[in-house]
């Protein structure tokens, strides 16, 4: 393959479509090989602006002003870092010639949980829990009473567990339904569904590059109200429930198509496992793959959407832990304990130019064996403050 370098006619371009923190690493491995990079979000100096050749502002949901940018860019590659895009833009701009990864349809499927759930189920065939999808109270609360309690409800479309609730009894449904209704994104259809008692639950990280595919460790997190807090990789987990873990990842990626990597979400009791969700993109558990791999998940991204080898190191074991804001700021300043800088920590500081409530600002990450790992990142994490 031919490297040239930014801002040159030869260049390689990629598109960020959403510029968070995970955005930001996905370019940062990008310009590791000389790959030009823009980034565009909704808001001005969002951290992948801060590490691009270019940025925009702009409505992500509005089509006509996605795709100017698009045709104005002419990118090789565009990378949905976001669910909230127009998906009518990826289309139109997959029917112009343009190179969406993995492809708009795969986007599409799996930023709707009511699409990807019936495809996973229902064409693929793959195990998942019970579920329903509704769109008025009165619904939803049949919906649970037909799947049992506790029960999962959240939006058929949002990120990083907006709107998601359990409703452990019948008197928490409208609570739930309250919660659901003031999620960022679509509400108008809500997921009701059971409740699996699993013993842990993963994220799978798989990744296809049109030859091959590959798997990174599993990695177990711990989530609240859907967010991730802490993840680790390994996740210890028999022999038998990972190989039907990897063949689920590789029947859902292979249907999905395209290059790029996917994190897939399992739930696992025994040896049995259940599919939850999957992300055509880097994986917010997957932070930890900074410090636990030779080639993060960002690296082995940009490198399976070059079409690139997919080898790599795993190091060994390590945790991450998520700092969240507990301050509305317009001019956010995160106090770090000295300490967490050692041989064995690091701290990584997406530099949001706004922080909110509950809004993820850095992360904590340990190289030690998963226990202490764990142990260490819970008790470091701690060590940072809003200032």
Same mark, same amino acid.
């Given at each position: 393959?031919?490297?040239?370098?930014?801002?040159?006619?030869?260049?390689?371009?990629?598109?960020? $479509?959403?510029?968070?923190?995970?955005?930001?690493?996905?370019?940062?491995?990008?310009?590791?090989?000389?790959?030009?990079?823009?980034?565009?979000?909704?808001?001005?100096?969002?951290?992948?602006?801060?590490?691009?050749?270019?940025?925009?502002?702009?409505? @992500?949901?509005?089509?006509?002003?996605?795709?100017?940018?698009?045709?104005?860019?002419?990118?090789?590659?565009?990378?949905?870092?976001?669910? &909230?895009? #127009?998906?009518?833009?990826?289309?139109?701009?997959?029917?112009?010639?343009?190179?969406?990864?993995?492809?708009?349809?795969?986007?599409?499927?799996?930023?709707?949980?009511?699409?990807?759930?019936?495809?996973?189920?229902?064409?693929?065939?793959?195990?998942?829990?019970?579920?329903?999808?509704?769109?008025?109270?009165?619904? @939803?609360?049949?919906?649970?009473?037909?799947?049992?309690?506790?029960?999962?409800?959240?939006?058929?479309?949002?990120?990083?567990?907006?709107?998601? #609730?359990? &409703?452990?009894?019948?008197?928490?449904?409208?609570?739930?339904?309250?919660?659901?209704?003031?999620?960022?994104?679509?509400?108008?259809?809500?997921?009701?569904?059971?409740?699996?008692?699993?013993?842990?639950?993963?994220?799978?990280?798989?990744?296809?590059?049109? %030859?091959?595919?590959?798997?990174?460790?599993?990695?177990?997190?711990?989530? %609240?109200?859907?967010?991730?807090?802490?993840?680790?990789?390994?996740?210890?987990?028999?022999? =038998?429930?990972?190989?039907?873990?990897?063949?689920?990842?590789?029947?859902?990626?292979?249907?999905?198509?395209?290059?790029? $990597?996917?994190?897939?979400?399992?739930?696992?009791?025994?040896?049995?496992?259940?599919?939850?969700?999957?992300?055509?993109?880097?994986?917010?558990?997957? @932070?930890?793959?900074?410090? *636990?791999?030779?080639? #993060?998940?960002?690296?082995?991204?940009?490198? &399976?959407?070059?079409?690139?080898? $997919?080898?790599?190191?795993?190091?060994?074991?390590?945790? #991450?832990? &998520?700092? =969240?804001? *507990?301050?509305?700021?317009?001019?956010?300043?995160?106090?770090?304990?000295?300490?967490?800088?050692?041989?064995?920590?690091?701290?990584?500081?997406?530099? =949001?130019?706004?922080?909110?409530?509950?809004?993820?600002?850095?992360?904590?990450?340990?190289?030690?064996?998963?226990?202490?790992?764990? %142990?260490?990142?819970?008790? $470091?994490?701690?060590?940072?403050?809003?200032?």
């Amino acid at each position: 393959m031919l490297f040239s370098a930014p801002l040159k006619t030869s260049s390689k371009k990629i598109m960020l $479509l959403g510029s968070g923190e995970l955005g930001k690493e996905v370019a940062i491995e990008a310009q590791r090989l000389g790959i030009e990079v823009v980034a565009v979000d909704r808001y001005e100096n969002a951290p992948a602006h801060l590490v691009s050749n270019r940025s925009y502002v702009v409505n @992500m949901q509005d089509k006509e002003a996605v795709l100017e940018i698009i045709r104005l860019e002419k990118p090789d590659y565009i990378l949905p870092e976001i669910e &909230a895009i #127009s998906i009518d833009a990826l289309f139109a701009a997959e029917e112009e010639g343009f190179c969406v990864i993995p492809n708009a349809e795969a986007v599409n499927k799996t930023m709707n949980r009511k699409n990807i759930r019936r495809f996973a189920a229902e064409e693929l065939e793959i195990k998942t829990s019970r579920y329903h999808f509704v769109c008025t109270y009165e619904d @939803m609360c049949y919906a649970a009473e037909d799947v049992g309690f506790p029960c999962v409800i959240k939006p058929v479309m949002s990120s990083s567990g907006h709107g998601q #609730s359990i &409703a452990r009894t019948p008197f928490d449904l409208e609570n739930s339904w309250e919660i659901a209704k003031e999620a960022r994104g679509d509400a108008s259809e809500l997921i009701v569904e059971e409740f699996i008692r699993f013993d842990y639950e993963i994220t799978l990280l798989t990744v296809r590059n049109g %030859k091959e595919t590959v798997f990174c460790e599993p990695i177990g997190h711990i989530q %609240k109200d859907g967010d991730y807090i802490y993840s680790w990789q390994p996740m210890e987990m028999s022999k =038998k429930a990972l190989k039907r873990s990897k063949a689920i990842a590789k029947s859902i990626t292979d249907g999905l198509g395209g290059r790029g $990597l996917f994190g897939v979400e399992l739930f696992v009791k025994g040896d049995e496992v259940y599919f939850s969700e999957v992300s055509p993109r880097p994986h917010d558990t997957g @932070m930890v793959t900074l410090i *636990t791999q030779s080639q #993060s998940e960002f690296a082995l991204h940009v490198r &399976a959407v070059l079409g690139l080898p $997919l080898g790599f190191t795993f190091y060994g074991d390590g945790a #991450s832990a &998520a700092f =969240k804001s *507990t301050v509305e700021s317009h001019e956010p300043v995160i106090d770090v304990d000295d300490t967490l800088f050692d041989d064995k920590t690091f701290v990584r500081v997406f530099g =949001k130019p706004e922080a909110h409530i509950g809004r993820r600002m850095a992360v904590v990450l340990v190289f030690d064996k998963v226990n202490k790992a764990l %142990k260490k990142a819970k008790k $470091l994490i701690k060590g940072i403050k809003d200032a």
